[in-house]
C-alpha cells in the first residue's frame, strides 16, 4: 500500500481512483463495510481502491494509533492511503476540500458514512457531496450506519463500552477484541517481594480509555498467549503514579526490558483497592489469580487468536 500525505501526492492524475474518506478511528464494522464498499466498488470501476483520513486529530484518546490503521487499510484491500495531519487542513472549506482531492487524483467514486461532515466548522454534507460529484461525473456511495443490538456503531460508543468494562459488547462493535501495546520498563519490585511478580508496561497509547481496576486479560508475548492479571491504576500503598502491571501465573518470562506485549482485555475482576497492610494486599491478589485461571480456563482462546 502506498501512502502519502496529500500535499505531496504526486503524478495522481495518472492513476483513477475511488476513495473512501474518514477518520476510521478503532477501524471498527461501521468502518469495515465502508472500505468493503471501496474495494468492491474499485474492482467495477477498475480503479485503484483509495482512502484519505486525518492521522491526527483533537481526541483525548484513539482506539487505533497511525501504524494500526493503517495496517487495517493494507490488510483490507486499500492500495493507496491519502492522509494529512487536523492542523493541515482544519480551515479548509467544505469547497476547499473536495478542490484539494480532484486536483491531485482522478476520482472516479467517493464513499463515505451516512452521517460524514467535512470542511471548515462541518459545513459539507452529504447534499453537497452528491451535488459537486453530479456536476464532476463521480458515483458517490452513502453506507448506512451499521447497528449492534439496535445501537449504532461508532468510536464514541466503543469508547464508552470500553471506560464501563464492557468488553464483548465492544469487541461485538469492533470485529475484534480491544486490545493495549506497550513496552515492558522497569518496575518497583514489589510484586515479586510479595510472591507475585509483575511486567511494568508503558503503553503505546498513553490515555488508556480502560477503567482502574483489576482484569483478567490474555497476553501476547514473542507469539506466545499467556493468562495473565493485570493491575492498571494506582498501587496507592506504594505510590501516586499510574502503573500498568502483569502478573502471569505459574510462569515467570525473563529478559523482557524494553519488549513489547500485547495485552486483550477479557473481564474486570474489581476496582482497585487501599490495602493496610502487604499481607492484606498479598492475599487479595491471591484472590484475583485464582479468579482470573477460573475465568479464562472457561472461555475458548480460539476467539481472541483473531485478534492477537
Request: glycine residues 6%; aromatic residues 12%; proline residues 3%.
Amino acid at each position: 500500500m502506498k501512502t502519502s500525505h496529500i500535499f505531496y501526492y504526486k503524478n495522481g492524475k495518472n492513476k483513477s481512483i475511488v476513495i473512501g474518506i474518514g477518520k476510521f478511528d478503532g477501524f471498527h464494522i461501521g468502518h469495515q463495510k465502508i472500505i468493503k464498499q471501496v474495494v468492491n466498488l474499485a474492482e467495477k470501476l477498475i480503479c485503484t481502491p483509495s482512502v484519505f483520513t486525518i492521522r491526527n486529530y483533537p481526541a483525548t484518546y484513539t482506539l487505533s494509533l497511525w501504524n494500526q490503521r493503517k495496517q487495517f487499510f493494507k490488510e483490507s484491500g486499500i492500495e493507496l492511503c491519502l492522509w494529512a495531519d487536523f492542523t493541515d487542513i482544519q480551515k479548509f472549506t467544505h469547497q476547499d476540500f473536495l478542490n484539494l482531492l480532484q486536483n491531485i487524483c482522478d476520482i472516479k467514486g467517493v464513499v463515505v458514512g451516512k452521517n460524514f461532515r467535512f470542511g471548515f466548522h462541518r459545513k459539507g454534507d452529504i447534499r453537497f457531496l452528491k451535488s459537486w460529484a453530479k456536476i464532476n461525473n463521480i458515483k458517490v456511495s452513502i453506507i448506512n450506519p451499521v447497528c449492534v443490538k439496535g445501537t449504532p456503531v461508532s468510536s464514541s460508543s466503543i469508547k464508552q463500552l470500553i471506560k464501563n468494562s464492557h468488553f464483548s459488547e465492544a469487541r461485538d462493535m469492533l470485529g475484534r477484541w480491544f486490545t493495549v501495546k506497550g513496552r515492558c520498563i522497569s518496575g518497583r519490585g514489589t510484586g515479586r517481594k510479595i510472591g507475585f511478580p509483575t511486567i511494568n508496561l508503558e503503553l503505546e497509547n498513553k490515555n488508556c480509555p480502560v477503567s482502574d481496576g483489576v482484569y483478567a486479560c490474555f497476553v501476547k508475548h514473542n507469539k506466545n498467549i499467556y493468562k495473565a492479571a493485570v493491575f492498571y491504576g494506582i498501587p496507592r500503598m506504594f505510590h501516586t503514579e499510574k502503573s500498568f502491571e502483569i502478573h502471569i501465573p505459574d510462569v515467570e518470562i525473563c529478559n523482557v526490558q524494553g519488549k513489547s506485549f500485547t495485552v486483550i482485555f477479557v473481564k474486570k475482576i474489581r476496582d482497585v483497592e487501599q490495602f493496610n497492610s502487604q499481607k492484606e494486599l498479598s492475599e487479595k491478589i491471591s484472590q484475583d489469580v485464582c479468579i482470573t485461571k477460573k475465568l479464562l480456563d472457561s472461555v475458548k482462546l480460539d476467539d481472541f487468536k483473531k485478534t492477537l
